[in-house]
């Protein structure tokens, strides 16, 4: 990895703290159906599996068995109420821009790799002033496949205009650290995002507690690579 790498971050619980939009958006649309609101701690570990699941196991927590067919309708409530307050009280993690900030001046590039879908990701980039940071914003929709599959974070770096071969991911979940490795990619988990595994069980390359870790923890995984 000798020149300037691509980073490639996970929206949801890595660049920003979006936990409690989602889940003030489950339980509106849960209160709506006549259900019990459900805790914030209970739900928050569960985000990283995407809406539809978060719904799901939502609803199995109140003994609610519904059809395929009303799952689909409570993720298009789900998804047009999360839509209109998408950034109500989503904000990036600490550090974040100081950290990007560091690195764009050491020349590194950055992309986002999401099972988000593409245009909610863009509204919220934006609504954060932090999309222009990024070569690349690509949601599960982008390309047809998505994390897990490695070709979802390939394809996310040469959007970017990057080199696979000269590659990070950033990551909260055993998905993101899946997804790096099955594309071969060095990945550095953080440990403040949404996961019901504690990423230190999942062996990423590297872990952070703080985006001010992140600038040495990207130089630590160039070097190894040189």
């Known amino acids: 990895m000798h020149a300037p790498a691509t980073i490639v971050f996970d929206l949801d619980g890595t660049l920003v703290d979006t936990a409690p939009d989602l889940i003030a958006t489950l339980n509106a649309v849960f209160v709506r159906e006549g259900l019990q609101a459900m805790p914030f701690e209970t739900v928050r570990a569960t985000i990283g599996r995407g809406a539809r699941p978060m719904i799901e196991k939502g609803l199995l927590a109140q003994g609610q068995m519904r059809e395929p067919e009303e799952i689909d309708r409570l993720y298009a409530v789900y998804i047009d109420h999360y839509a209109a307050h998408i950034a109500d009280h989503s904000r990036p993690f600490p550090g974040l821009e100081t950290a990007l900030d560091e690195l764009a001046t050491r020349g590194h590039r950055f992309a986002v790799c999401t099972n988000k879908l593409e245009w909610l990701s863009l509204r919220l980039l934006d609504a954060l002033g932090l999309a222009p940071r990024f070569d690349a914003i690509c949601g599960q929709d982008t390309f047809g496949v998505q994390k ?9 770096i040469l959007k970017a205009r990057g080199d696979v071969g000269c590659a990070i991911m950033v990551g909260d979940s055993s998905t993101d650290i899946a997804t790096a ?14 996961t019901e595994t504690p990423v230190t069980d999942l062996a990423p390359d590297r872990v952070i507690s703080h ?10 995984l160039a070097s190894q690579a040189r």
């Open 148 to 156: 897990p599959h490695p070709e979802a974070l390939r394809k996310t």
């Open 181 to 194: 490795k099955a594309a071969n990619i060095p990945v550095i988990a953080v440990d403040f995002g949404y």
């Open 211 to 220: 985006f001010n870790a992140l600038p040495a923890a990207v130089e630590a």
